[in-house]
């Protein structure tokens, strides 16, 4: 007998473990940049490396949510619906604040609502 349900869970947690794995490397990218081209030590570059050091702050909340919902962490799997939910908005409300300080414009999709859930 197959777990779809348990399968979905897995596969929701696999798809925000990517998204956030993914923006860590392209904010650590950015602030490289910023360091390399010694932007870093103008008033702008300054500006753009403390957002990128807010967004990675962000994004290590987003990482210890994802660390909560998969039980892997000290902390048990949270097992209410509505708790469960509750922990992804605050990830896609983590990711979108990230991407706002990271220069990131566009919307990505939002993976809580993906159907068939």
Known sequence: MVDLQGAR????LEMYRARVAERLRTN???VEALYQGGTLFSPQGTRAGRALL???QL???ADSLLEQLSGD???PAPRLPERID???RELDTLLSRSDALSGRHHRAANVARLPGR
């Open 59 to 61: 994004l290590q909340r």
């Open 54 to 56: 807010r967004a990675h």
């Open 28 to 30: 650590r990218a950015a």
């Open 9 to 12: 869970r897995e596969r929701r």
């Open 73 to 75: 962490g000290v902390v």
């Open 86 to 88: 509750e922990l992804y």
